[in-house]
């Protein structure tokens, strides 16, 4: 079959439908999403939901900044419940090597207008009494941050967008990115031919795939996350933040009654592989029950494991690609694409349609890599 859409967004997943809706909402409607399995079935269905203002580069936290606002209106917005819970990021600061850095990034808080605030080891234990403070140096915590569901926020943008007349294509995978003198023109799938001029690459670990189909270098890797939930904890019934280590990069959150456990695997190596491996789950429960004694009362329920979309500077690539006319990048968000979702919609729509962009996001073109000026990023692991 032959058609034609105005934008083709590669990719189902949180990112590929806010920015449908939010094009929806400045005019375009002939759109067409792309997925090649399920949509969802990328990160956007494997992640923490995690939400938070706390980074400490600058483009960063302006991007949390004019996302939080979309989530804490998402219900009203959209119609759908995110199940945001705003019950804050704890970070526990435990090494002397991570002292400066938080000091530094307390004070651009403070200049950027963030409301989050250096707690004392005390302080951090009135936060959550669960959480052992013995050896922290200090903490930071910002009341705004929190977690919300993931597949909510899609399910919501989808819908909206469905009704604003974009088309969302399941088991589509692009095979070909066609271009005509150094621009866009459309896409193959297994089954359609598409014309388009204005592609967006919005396909997760895979964005550096579907970039190489129109000879673009994207830098972004697959690299595996786990994740391990508990079983529900007696005596942990009140609500507590999102509690990180940032020394091991453990976090934890509640989730159906027991804990939402998240920690990296420093020998992971980047590769397309998604499968659980149960034996890092010792080390993982390890850390968790010397940071939070009171899960001894339980056991691990459940793990999985997704892929981030790891780039060298650890910060998304937004924008047109150069020499590829009509190619946008919407990818790398190396495990903070949810909370970044509502103003990548908002940005890649203006991009798209005015041309320009009400957020400066030039310190994340793609060309960052080849003129060697990356951003720096402590708090992210
Ligand atoms: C364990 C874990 C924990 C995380 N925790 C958090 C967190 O707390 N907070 C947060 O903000 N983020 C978190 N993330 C990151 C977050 O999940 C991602 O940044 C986000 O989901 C990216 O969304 P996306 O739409 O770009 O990618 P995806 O959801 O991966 O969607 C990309 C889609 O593109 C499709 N695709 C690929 N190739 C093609 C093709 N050729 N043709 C058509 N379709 C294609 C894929 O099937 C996929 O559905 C976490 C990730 C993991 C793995």
Redesign the pocket.
């Known amino acids: 079959m032959r058609r034609n859409a105005d934008v083709v967004i590669?990719?189902?997943?949180?990112?590929?439908a806010s920015i449908a809706y939010h094009l929806t909402k400045k005019g375009v409607r002939d759109i067409l999403v792309?997925?090649?399995?399920r949509l969802?079935?990328?990160?956007?269905?494997?992640?923490?939901?995690?939400?938070r203002l706390q980074f400490s580069s600058e483009i960063n936290v302006k991007l949390s900044q004019r996302s939080l606002p979309h989530i804490e209106r998402f219900a009203d917005e959209i119609g759908t419940d995110p199940h945001f819970h705003q019950v804050g990021y704890l970070f526990l600061i435990t090494e002397d090597r991570d002292v400066d850095s938080f000091e530094r990034s307390l004070a651009m808080w403070s200049r950027l207008g963030i409301p989050a605030r250096k707690v004392s080891a005390a302080e951090a234990k009135g936060l959550f009494k669960h959480a052992r403070t013995d050896d922290v140096r200090f903490g930071t915590f910002c009341a705004k941050d929190g977690?919300a569901d993931?597949s909510s926020m899609l399910n919501g943008y989808v819908a909206r967008a469905r009704e604003a007349g974009v088309t969302f294509m399941e088991d589509?995978?692009?095979?070909a990115v066609v271009c005509t003198n150094g621009r866009v023109s459309g896409v193959r799938t297994k089954a359609d031919e598409i014309g388009a001029r204005t592609l967006v690459n919005?396909?997760?670990?895979?964005a550096a795939?579907?970039a190489k189909l129109a000879s673009i270098e994207l830098p972004v890797q697959p690299l595996r996350?786990?994740?391990f939930v508990t079983e529900p904890v007696p005596g942990l019934d009140e609500d507590f933040p999102l509690t990180i280590e940032f020394a091991t990069g453990l976090y934890g959150h509640r989730e159906s009654g027991g804990v939402l456990l998240?920690m990296a695997d420093p020998n992971e190596k980047p590769a397309f592989d998604d499968s659980v491996n149960w034996d890092f789950m010792p080390t993982v429960v390890e850390r968790a029950l010397s940071r939070f004694p009171i899960l001894e009362r339980t056991s691990i329920k459940t793990g999985w494991?997704?892929?981030?979309?790891d780039t060298p500077d650890k910060h998304p690539i937004l924008g047109k690609a150069d020499g590829v006319e009509g190619f946008i990048n919407a990818?790398g968000?190396s495990?903070?694409?949810?909370?970044?979702?509502p103003v990548t919609g908002e940005l890649i729509a203006e991009l798209i349609v005015d041309g320009r962009t009400s957020l400066d996001i030039s310190a994340l073109a793609l060309s960052r890599f080849r003129t060697g000026q990356l951003v720096r990023e402590h708090n992210v692991i």
Not at 10 to 15: A, F, L
Not at 40 to 51: D, F, H, M
């Open positions: 590669v990719g189902g997943g949180i990112i590929g792309l997925e090649r399995d969802g079935s990328g990160s956007t269905g494997k992640n923490a939901g995690g939400i977690y993931p589509a995978p692009v095979m919005a396909a997760g670990p895979w795939e579907v996350r786990h994740i998240g494991a997704g892929l981030y979309e990818a968000f495990g903070h694409g949810v909370m970044h979702a």
